[in-house]
């Protein structure tokens, strides 16, 4: 039997499958919504997965789970935390990786990683939307702008709106007396990165990395964010092509180290 | 008939506690008090820590940021399902139960009688130690006008007894940092926490009955922790350690060791040994312990349990441990041990995202 392994992350809105060769090459991936039945989205991740790369599911030697719905994938073979997976995923992609920042859609971590790829510290927000992909998709929704479209036109923003609050709530009623002032689309969105950044950045001092930064998860798809967080910490940030799937793909790492 | 300790309520117990033994009951709000006075005036202390209960009529009297030890206390109280205790005690622990005794006292019109008892903060001066004694016959003084007169001998009794049972819980924490006591982290906190209600008499041998039969030789498996903070709630926490492997092998917590781990006590008069136990016990946020000597005892405790990590476990909104926790937390990092911040209301059920910052705490350890 050849050595393939496949990693799944279930999050709470996607899903998403790797599949990997022992050579630790990334033979396939898939994302999937989550949709209400966490096991049923596994499934439908991996046979998407396995479909794209050619391979059956009974071609897979070993699977680990990672995620939320990570107790939901009953064919496991191992169940890591997302924390560990995403820290291994961006190691992997980006050598220099010391910091990973994975902003999520219900929350946020910034994890502290070792050259080794083993997390040393990590911090979470989990007490709230803010600083989160939640705190984006709430903002998208009152602008009526697609949620993939605030990165370019946050970028095309001359000047920026202030927002001051933190709480998804209050930052919503600012947006909303923003719109009645007539402040541009552009200014207004600008102001809602910088909140989730500002958010986020607390959340990284705590850890006091000075080396290189990853983000991964869905909102490092959107430029102007990855933007000011590199203005924010002063160097470039790593980002990979599909920071989706960092979870999944230390995952599959994960499935071989235990081959 | 006498139900088993196991499956007897707590309601049960103080039920048969007054009326087979004739006990009073004594509803006490945390952390620190002179259980042994009350004891020897055979009165029977309940400690009100963390009711099962949810918050809804408290709400109506507190703050929203307050820590929920005390609005389930008042709502225990509210819920008018403390009928069975004689009377209430308030430990001037910290701000929250200071105000809780005000509302109960002044404001609710309950009609039980409650005391107060005050008890010095560091740093201790000279006058600390004459102060705690006043403060122990000021309360004692005040409970003979409502529970009759407190014999000498009866006191000393009760101090003894309760130094037996202080060595017996060093001697379980002891051999759990050992490694030496078969026991799951559930197991251990359930049979401590029976202090908090259970009378010497039934306490006691169940105590020596868990050391005994929990003795062990095999070495530790897995990884160790050391458990800060209020209390062991939710008890899934602990669960979730012993469902993933990790040990609680030594604990820095305001609700077990840092009221029971006291020095030995060598004075014969009643009232310098309960002193002395005081001044003894391990430094704690709601005594004003400097920060330095909080983290010196944390280090050492970590080294003498061989602890791989350190878990915070703090009631949200609990002011005094939120002053130390931070610089605690910064300060064992710094000396190179994994640290978790875990911040939780009372009986709150583990949210996915508290088991996953367990779980990735227990990978890191290795
Ligand atoms: S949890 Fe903290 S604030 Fe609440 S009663 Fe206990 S010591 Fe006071």
């Not at chain 2, 602990?238 to 993933?244: M, T, Y």
């Not at chain 2, 009232?271 to 005892?297: D, K, Q, V, W």
Request: charged content about 25%; proline content about 4%.
């Amino acid at each position: 039997m050849k050595g393939w392994v496949i990693g799944i992350d279930v999050g709470s809105l996607t899903t998403d499958a790797v599949i990997m060769d022992e050579d630790k090459r990334v033979l396939s991936f898939s994302i999937v919504d989550t949709g209400y039945n966490s096991t049923d989205a596994a499934r439908e991740a991996m046979t998407v997965a396995a479909g794209r790369a050619g391979l059956e599911l009974e071609d897979v030697s070993r699977l680990v789970a990672t995620g939320y719905g990570r107790a939901a994938v009953p064919e496991a073979n191992k169940r890591v935390t997302e924390i560990a997976c995403h820290a291994a995923g961006a190691v992997y992609l980006f050598p220099d990786t010391e910091m990973v920042i994975d902003i999520g859609g219900q929350d946020s971590k910034v994890i502290k990683v070792g050259k080794d790829g083993r997390v040393q510290d990590f911090v979470m927000n989990d007490k709230c939307a803010a600083g989160t992909g939640r705190f984006l998709e709430v903002m998208s929704a009152k602008l009526k702008i697609p949620l993939d479209g605030m990165g370019d036109i946050s970028i095309s923003a001359r000047g920026e709106a202030a927002i001051s609050s933190v709480c998804t709530v209050f930052a919503e009623s600012e947006v909303v007396s923003l719109v009645a002032r007539n402040c541009p689309k552009e200014e207004i969105v600008k102001g809602i990165h910088r909140s989730v950044v500002n958010r986020v950045w607390a959340m990284t001092r705590q850890l006091r990395v000075s080396g290189g930064v990853t983000m991964t998860g869905g909102v490092a798809k959107n430029r102007g964010v990855v933007a000011l967080m590199e203005e924010r910490v002063g160097r470039r940030i790593n980002v990979p092509d599909e920071p989706q799937i960092v979870g999944a793909l230390g995952a599959a790492l994960f499935a071989l180290r235990e081959k | 008939m006498h139900l088993d300790l196991e499956t007897r309520t707590r309601k049960d117990y103080i039920r048969e506690q007054k009326s087979l033994h004739g006990r009073k009951v004594m509803g006490v709000f945390p952390a620190q008090y002179p259980r042994e006075l009350l004891l020897a005036m055979n009165i029977l202390p309940v400690e009100i820590w963390d009711p099962p209960l949810r918050t809804r009529e408290a709400s109506a009297h507190l703050q929203s940021y307050i820590c929920s030890v005390v609005s389930l206390g008042l709502e225990l109280i509210l819920q008018g399902k403390c009928s069975d205790l004689d009377a209430f005690l308030f430990p001037h622990t910290c701000d929250s139960i200071q105000n809780l005794a005000s509302i109960v006292n002044d404001y609710l019109g309950i009609h039980k009688p409650c005391y107060f008892f005050y008890h010095p903060k560091a740093p201790y001066k000279r006058a600390s130690r004459p102060y705690y004694i006043s403060q122990l016959k000021e309360l004692k003084s005040g409970l003979e006008k409502q529970f009759g007169e407190l014999r000498e001998t009866d006191l000393k009794r009760s101090v003894d007894r309760w130094e037996e049972i202080r060595k017996d819980i060093s001697k379980c924490y002891l051999l759990r940092s050992e490694g030496r006591l078969n026991t799951s982290n559930r197991a251990f906190y359930s049979i401590l926490r029976r202090v908090e209600y259970l009378h010497p008499d039934d306490f006691h041998p169940l105590l020596t009955n868990f050391l005994q039969s929990g003795r062990t030789e095999t070495e530790r498996q897995g990884h160790g922790v050391l458990l800060s903070g209020v209390l062991p709630n939710p008890p899934e926490v602990l669960d979730h350690l012993d469902a993933i492997g990790v040990r609680v092998v030594d604990d820095d917590l305001l609700s077990c060791s840092r009221r029971f781990l006291s020095g030995p006590v060598s004075n014969s008069d009643p009232y310098e040994a309960m002193a002395e136990t005081y001044f003894s016990l391990p430094p704690c946020s709601t005594r004003g312990s400097a920060i330095e000597e909080r983290l010196n005892h944390i280090l050492k405790k970590i080294r003498s349990s061989r602890a791989d990590g350190v878990i915070f476990l703090i009631v949200k909104f609990c002011e005094p441990e939120f002053f130390d926790v931070p610089i605690l937390a910064d300060s064992l990092k710094k000396e190179g041990i994994p640290v978790l911040v875990l911040e939780n209301e009372i009986n709150q059920a583990l949210s996915g995202q508290i088991v996953t910052r367990i779980e990735a705490f227990a990978e890191m350890l290795g």
